[in-house]
């Protein structure tokens, strides 16, 4: 069963960045994408980027290109999401989730989903 894990959350502060890990085990295809999303309180869980693995395809949502890239170290099964000159309305809880189709941001594409790893923007 595929496991996902996050971490490199924490307190930063507004115009800082942030690079956030997702590790995963369990993978028995090769042909899987990687997403990641966000939720903030009371808020709809967002989209923010995806990378598929055997083909390198990546897509970032509109509200985030320029701030945020995604890339992977394959040899360790990790993706890492980069987020820069953070804003207190970046404060969420940001979560990895697995896939089997393309790179979409479609959160109800994703099968497999991390714990989640908490991001407060703030001074």
């Known amino acids: 069963q595929v496991h996902l894990v996050e971490s490199g959350g924490g307190l930063v502060k507004p115009g800082e960045s942030l690079t956030l890990s997702c590790s995963g085990s369990?993978?028995?295809?090769?042909?899987?994408?990687i997403g990641w999303f966000r939720q903030a309180p009371g808020k709809q869980r967002e989209g923010i980027a995806c990378?598929?693995?055997?083909?390198?395809?990546?897509k970032i949502s509109d509200s985030m290109k320029g701030r945020v890239s995604i890339y992977r170290d394959g040899s360790k099964e990790t993706v890492y999401l980069q987020i820069n000159n953070l804003e207190p309305e970046d404060t969420a809880v940001y979560y990895c989730?697995?896939?089997?189709?393309?790179?979409?941001?479609?959160?109800?594409?994703?099968?497999?989903w991390g714990q989640g790893t908490q991001v407060t923007v703030s001074s």
């Open positions: 989730a697995y896939t089997t189709t393309s790179a979409q941001l479609a959160s109800w594409l994703y099968s497999y």
């Open positions: 369990g993978f028995t295809r090769n042909d899987y994408s």
């Open positions: 990378i598929k693995k055997n083909e390198d395809i990546s």
